[in-house]
């Protein structure tokens, strides 16, 4: 049915169980209370359990009638319209997460290949494991190529707290950050692009070492895009 005009006073059903029994058969169909003065609440609790509006028998006219059912069509249409568009949104989110997940997965994959080639490669070149034979240069190559490989390594980690964040299983690893030392790090990560741009940034902390309980790999993330 396009509406449905309920009676809460049929002969084999009475109140709101009969509101719920017409909402099970027909769910999709806008329902209209009709009730005596006497069983306004009754009416009002079938409006909060789905029915779309009431009226007073006794105060019912064509037009107010018409009215009713129109705005009670046209808002069944809306609510049905919006359900629809909360599951596709729904869904978007659950592929997002799982998108996000495989991603981090596989970058985290990626970056561990990487981690463990570019000492070998150091090796290999004779510069040892750990760069320690290359010139002063050539260390501080090494060391931003290390620093960024570290930060992509928690960038990875973060992402993988965003798909448990959207679980409802994200956790904070919280701890004393000094944020001068994070600071500097973060400045370490950018030696080269801003080598290669002729731009120099200096980092001025005075006198005090200011520190905060944070997640230290999350307030880095947050450092770096600000610089």
Same mark, same amino acid.
Request: charged content about 25%.
């Given at each position: ?46 409006? /909060? ?13 064509? /037009? ?23 599951? /596709? ?15 981090? /997965? ?61 679980? $409802? ?10 944020? $001068? ?6 400045? $370490? ?39």
């Amino acid at each position: 049915p396009k509406v449905v005009l309920l009676d809460l006073n049929v002969t084999d059903s009475g109140g709101l169980d009969t509101a719920r029994r017409v909402r099970a058969a027909a769910a999709e169909a806008p329902v209209i209370v009709l009730t005596g003065l006497d069983e306004r609440e009754t009416a009002l609790q079938a409006v /909060h359990e789905g029915a779309q509006d009431y009226l007073i028998k006794t105060h019912i006219d064509s /037009h107010m009638l018409e009215r009713a059912v129109r705005y009670a069509i046209e808002r069944q249409r809306l609510t049905a319209e919006l359900r629809q568009s909360l599951k /596709h949104v729904e869904e978007l989110s659950r592929l997002k997460t799982q998108l996000v997940s495989l991603v981090s /997965h596989e970058f985290a994959n990626a970056l561990t290949v990487v981690e463990c080639a570019l000492p070998l490669l150091m090796d290999t070149a004779g510069a040892g494991p750990d760069a320690s034979r290359l010139s002063e240069e050539g260390r501080s190559l090494y060391r931003t190529i290390q620093q960024n490989v570290d930060a992509l390594d928690s960038t990875a980690r973060n992402l993988l707290q965003l798909g448990r964040l959207e679980k $409802g299983r994200f956790s904070l690893n919280l701890g004393r950050v000094e944020l $001068g030392a994070l600071a500097r790090k973060c400045l $370490g990560r950018l030696q080269l692009p801003c080598a290669q741009k002729a731009l120099q940034i200096d980092l001025d902390l005075g006198q005090d070492r200011f520190a905060v309980r944070a997640d230290a790999e999350a307030l880095s993330v947050v450092v770096f895009n600000l610089l």
